[in-house]
C-alpha cells in the first residue's frame, strides 16, 4: 500500500506532515484530490507570467518578470497594503476569463489603466492550464462575452452589493446564484430536459401562475368597476346629474307654458248626428292614438332586445376565446401527454354550447328585424292616416276647423311631454336622472361589496404565492444534509436555507409615488410621505394574507382618510394616472415574489449586519457551490471576527480546496496558516523600483515564506510572542 505526504521534500515539511497527518497524508494508490486534478486538467490553473510587450513603451516595471507556478489545492496570497495582492488575483480573474470586471479596484480605469503612458496595455498575462491550454491577454481588455468563465472570482466588494442589493430588492442576482447551485444539486431525472431552475420551475408552476394571472384579469374587472362607482359617488358627478336634471324641468315648465289653449268642440242643436267628417276624423284620432301606443310599447321591446343582443355577443365572443384558449391548452398538453404515451382525449374533455347562443343572437336579431319591419308599417299607416286628417279638415266649417286643429297640437304637446320625462332606462330625460340620484344613495354599499372582493382575491393571489414559496422548500433537503456534515456551521450557525414570500418596498414605494402626488392627500411630504408609506409596510407580514389584505387596504384609506368618498382620490392622482391603475399597482401583488434565501441562527438576510451576510455567502460558495471551476477570493474574511473566521471559514475551506482550486488574498492568519495553504506568494511592491511588483512563492513550511507569513500575518515574531506572553504568560 502506498503512503503520500503533501510537503515539501525537506525535514521541514515532515514536520508539518507529522503535525497534521489528516491533511497531508494519504495511504492508497491515488489520492483523491490528485487523481481529480490529473483527470480535469481544464479545471485547474498551472501557471502564470505576466510580462511587458514587445515594444512596449512603459519603463515601469509593474508585473514585468512574473512567472508563478499555481498549486491545484488552497494558494494563499499575502502582503501588506497596497503591495499588489489584488492586483495579482485580477490578473488571474481577467486570464480566467471573468465576467466580475465591475468589482476589480485594481485594473480599473482609475488606478492601473489610468495615466497618459497607458501602462495596463503595455502589459501582458498568460495563464497555461493543466489540460495544456493557454490564454494571454492585455491587462487593459475585459472578459470575452461570448467565451464561458473559467474562473470564479468574488471580492468582499461582490459580497456587499449582492447581499445589500438582494435586501434593498434592487437585484435578483443573490437569488439567481442560489437558483444555480440548487439546480446544481437537482436530481438529473428531475431535471429532465430543462437547462436551470428557472425552466424547470416555470414548467412545473405554470398552473399556479395561470391561476395567479386568472384572479389579476378579475381584479382588473372589479377595479374597473369600483373607480367608476367611486367617480360616481363624488359631488362633481351628483352635481351634473341635478344640474341636468334642473335643466330638463325647467324644458319642461316651458313645455308646460306652451300648452295649446283649450278649445271646445262645437255643438249643433239642430243636428241629430255628426257629420261623416266628423265621425271619421274621431275615427283617425283613435287610430292614431293606438299606433302611437303600439310604437311606444314597440320601442321598450326593442331596447330589451337591443340589451339581449349586445349580451349575447359578449357572451359568444367570450365563448369564442375560451375554445381558442382551450384548443392552445390542448395542443401543448397533447405534446406534453405523448411523451408519457396517454392520450390527450383519454383524460380532456372541453365542450362549449356556443352555437345555442348564436342561435338565440340570431332569433333576437330576427325579432329585431321583424319589430322594425312592423315599426315601418305604423309609420306608413301614421302618415297616411296624418293626410287623411288633413283632408277632412280643410272640408270643415271654421269652428270644426278650429277644434280639430287644437286636437292635434295637443296629442303633439302631450307626446313632447311623455318624451321628456321618459322613463328610468331612458338616458337624458327627467325620469332617467331623478333615478341615478335616488340610486347615488346605494353607491358607498356597492363600493363596499367591490371593496371585498378586491380584498378577497388579494388573498386568493397571495394563496398561490404561498404555495409556489412552500412547494419550492424540498429543493433544499440535499444542501441541507451538506451542510449538516460539516461541524459548527448546521449547529452552531444554524445556517438554514429559505423560500419565503419577498417584498420589494423600495419598488413598490418608487412606483406609488410615481401614480400619487406629494403635494396633497395623505402621503404629502418629500421625506415624510415615503417615510410614512415605508412604515405602513414594515407593519405588514407579506407571509400571513389577512395581514397583507389589511395593511394594503389601509395605504389605500390613508391616501384620502377615511371619512373621504372615492371620488377625493382622483385629485391625488398624478397627471394621466387613473384611479384603475392604481388599484390595479396596490392590489395585483406584483411585488411581492416567491424568492429563496439564507439565514443565520433564525436570522433573515435583511436583518444580518454586513458581515453576517459575507459568512453566509462564503458558506454558499465554499461548500455548497458544485461550481468545479477555480475560485478566487479577495479577502473573504473582512467584515469578520477571528473566531468566526477560524470556527467556519477555516473547515469550509478545508473541505471546498478537496474538489477546487482555490486562489485567496487574505490577511487573516487563520486563514493562511490554519486552513494549511498548500501555496503561499507573498507579494511586494517598490514604488522606487520603477513600481516593481515582486511575488515569492512556496509552501508555509519554506523557511522563507514561512518568516514573510509570521511579519505579514502576525506582526512580525515580536509581536507574535508578546501576545502569546500575555495570553499564557
Not at 671 to 685: G, S
Request: glycine content about 6%; charged content about 25%; overall charge negative.
Amino acid at each position: 500500500m502506498k503512503t503520500w505526504i503533501k510537503a515539501e521534500p525537506t525535514f521541514r515539511g515532515l514536520l508539518h506532515a507529522i503535525k497534521e497527518p489528516v491533511f497531508r497524508s494519504y495511504i492508497g494508490d491515488v489520492p483523491p484530490k490528485k487523481a481529480f486534478v490529473e483527470a480535469n486538467g481544464r479545471l485547474f490553473m498551472k501557471r502564470l507570467q505576466i510580462s511587458a510587450k514587445a515594444g512596449a513603451k512603459t519603463s515601469e516595471k509593474w508585473f514585468s518578470g512574473t512567472d508563478l507556478p499555481l498549486n491545484p489545492d488552497l494558494v494563499a496570497v499575502i502582503g501588506n497594503k497596497g503591495s499588489g495582492k489584488s492586483g495579482l488575483a485580477e490578473v488571474l480573474a481577467l486570464a480566467g476569463n471573468s465576467k466580475a470586471h465591475d468589482f476589480f479596484t485594481f485594473l480599473v480605469d482609475s488606478r492601473f489603466k489610468s495615466g497618459s503612458t497607458q501602462r495596463a496595455g503595455s502589459f501582458e498575462a498568460k495563464l497555461t492550464w493543466r489540460n495544456g491550454d493557454e490564454e494571454i491577454v492585455s491587462l487593459d481588455q475585459k472578459a470575452k462575452a461570448e467565451l464561458p468563465e473559467r474562473v470564479k472570482y468574488i471580492s468582499q466588494t461582490y459580497f456587499e452589493d449582492l447581499c445589500n442589493d438582494h435586501v434593498t430588492g434592487k437585484s435578483d442576482r443573490f437569488s439567481m446564484e442560489i437558483r444555480k447551485v440548487l439546480f446544481s444539486h437537482l436530481d438529473q431525472a428531475d431535471r429532465g430536459s430543462h437547462q436551470n431552475l428557472d425552466e424547470y420551475l416555470a414548467a412545473k408552476e405554470q398552473p399556479v401562475q395561470e391561476r395567479i394571472e386568472g384572479y389579476r384579469r378579475e381584479l382588473r374587472r372589479v377595479s374597473a368597476q369600483l373607480s367608476e362607482l367611486e367617480r360616481q359617488s363624488g359631488s362633481a358627478h351628483e352635481n351634473e346629474l341635478k344640474e341636468k336634471l334642473a335643466s330638463k324641468k325647467l324644458e319642461l315648465g316651458d313645455l308646460q307654458a306652451k300648452k295649446p289653449a283649450e278649445v271646445l268642440k262645437p255643438g249643433d242643436a239642430t243636428e241629430a248626428s255628426p257629420t261623416a267628417e266628423a265621425q271619421r276624423l274621431g275615427a283617425i284620432a283613435q287610430e292614431l292614438g293606438q299606433l302611437e301606443l303600439a310604437s311606444a310599447a314597440a320601442d321598450a321591446t326593442r331596447r330589451a332586445l337591443v340589451e339581449r343582443r349586445t349580451v349575447l355577443t359578449s357572451v359568444a365572443e367570450r365563448l369564442l376565446a375560451f375554445e381558442q384558449q382551450a384548443a392552445r391548452t390542448s395542443d401543448a398538453l397533447r405534446s406534453e401527454l405523448q411523451q408519457v404515451n396517454v392520450a390527450l382525449d383519454d383524460v380532456v374533455t372541453v365542450q362549449t354550447k356556443r352555437a345555442q347562443v348564436l342561435e338565440v343572437r340570431n332569433a333576437t336579431e330576427h325579432a329585431l328585424g321583424e319589430l322594425a319591419m312592423r315599426q315601418q308599417e305604423r309609420a306608413g299607416k301614421f302618415e297616411i292616416l296624418v293626410q287623411e286628417r288633413t283632408r277632412l279638415q280643410e272640408q270643415l266649417d271654421q269652428p270644426n276647423k278650429d277644434y280639430q286643429d287644437y286636437v292635434v297640437r295637443l296629442a303633439a304637446w302631450e307626446k313632447s311631454v311623455k318624451v321628456l320625462v321618459g322613463q328610468s332606462d331612458e338616458a337624458e330625460t327627467i325620469a332617467f336622472y331623478e333615478s341615478r340620484l335616488a340610486e347615488l344613495a346605494g353607491l358607498p354599499v356597492r363600493c363596499k361589496v367591490l371593496e371585498a372582493e378586491q380584498d378577497g382575491l388579494v388573498k386568493k393571489i397571495h394563496a398561490e404565492l404561498l404555495s409556489v414559496a412552500e412547494s419550492r422548500r424540498p429543493l433544499f433537503n440535499v444542501v441541507e444534509q451538506l451542510v449538516a456534515t460539516v461541524p459548527g456551521v448546521a449547529t452552531e450557525l444554524k445556517v438554514g436555507f429559505q423560500s419565503g414570500l419577498f417584498f420589494d418596498r423600495q419598488g413598490f414605494v418608487e412606483r406609488f409615488f410615481s401614480l400619487v402626488k406629494q403635494n396633497t392627500g395623505g402621503f404629502r411630504g418629500d421625506d415624510e410621505g415615503p417615510a410614512k408609506l415605508f412604515t405602513m409596510l414594515r407593519a405588514i407580514d407579506f407571509n400571513d394574507a389577512d395581514s397583507v389584505s389589511t395593511g394594503l387596504r389601509a395605504i389605500r384609506i390613508a391616501i384620502t382618510g377615511a371619512d373621504s368618498t372615492g371620488a377625493a382620490l382622483l385629485p391625488i392622482l398624478r397627471t394621466k394616472v387613473t384611479a384603475e391603475q392604481l388599484y390595479e399597482y396596490l392590489f395585483d401583488l406584483c411585488h411581492l415574489e416567491a424568492k429563496f434565501s439564507l439565514s443565520l441562527a433564525g436570522t433573515s438576510i435583511q436583518q444580518m449586519s454586513p458581515g453576517q451576510r459575507g459568512a453566509l455567502l462564503l458558506i454558499f460558495y465554499l461548500l455548497v457551490d458544485t461550481d468545479p471551476t477555480p475560485l478566487i477570493l479577495d479577502q473573504p474574511e473582512e467584515n469578520l471576527d477571528n473566531q468566526t473566521v477560524y470556527s467556519m471559514l477555516v473547515p469550509i475551506i478545508q473541505r471546498a480546496k478537496e474538489r477546487r482550486q482555490i486562489v485567496m488574498v487574505t490577511h487573516n492568519a487563520n486563514l493562511a496558516v490554519c486552513c494549511d495553504a498548500e501555496q503561499i506568494i507573498h507579494a511586494e511592491f517598490d514604488r522606487s523600483d520603477q513600481f516593481a511588483l515582486a511575488y515569492a512563492s512556496g509552501a508555509v513550511e519554506s523557511t522563507e515564506l514561512n518568516r514573510s507569513v509570521l511579519d505579514v500575518l502576525e506582526g512580525t515574531t515580536p509581536a507574535f510572542d508578546n501576545r502569546r506572553n500575555k495570553y499564557f504568560g
